[in-house]
């Protein structure tokens, strides 16, 4: 499967940004879906996840209240809106998919490209 994100750009302090993160196949109940951010020289983070089969989602402490993970089922879409941005949410982020219920990146099996967030005023 080939996941492609799209929607990153320059955006100034306290803006919003949505991130989509498109499966060239169908992406199946059993599948997790995650995005994770990586600054230079720094561990891949996670952000967020959410299970395909149910509403069901997970946050990094640093972007709850603040991010939002979503499904597009019949599109084979994950979304994440981001609100609120902050600097230190510049990052390159990433979606992935994976079998097991984990925000581990080690976990993930197979990674879209990566765009790049940047919040600058």
């Known amino acids: 499967v080939q996941l492609q994100a799209s929607g990153g750009g320059l955006v100034r302090p306290g803006g919003s940004l949505r991130l989509s993160c498109a499966a060239s196949?169908?992406?199946?109940?059993?599948?997790?879906m995650g995005w994770f951010r990586q600054t230079p020289g720094k561990e891949r983070e996670f952000v967020a996840l959410t299970r395909w089969s149910r509403s069901s989602t997970y946050y990094a402490d640093s972007v709850k209240e603040r991010f939002t993970i979503s499904r597009d089922i019949p599109n084979n879409t994950v979304y994440l809106q981001m609100n609120s941005l902050k600097p230190e949410d510049s990052a390159v982020y990433y979606c992935?998919?994976?079998?097991?219920?984990?925000?581990?990146?080690?976990?993930?099996?197979?990674w879209g490209q990566g765009t790049l967030v940047t919040v600058s005023s």
């Open positions: 992935a998919m994976t079998t097991t219920y984990s925000w581990s990146p080690k976990e993930y099996n197979y």
């Open positions: 196949r169908r992406i199946y109940s059993s599948n997790i």
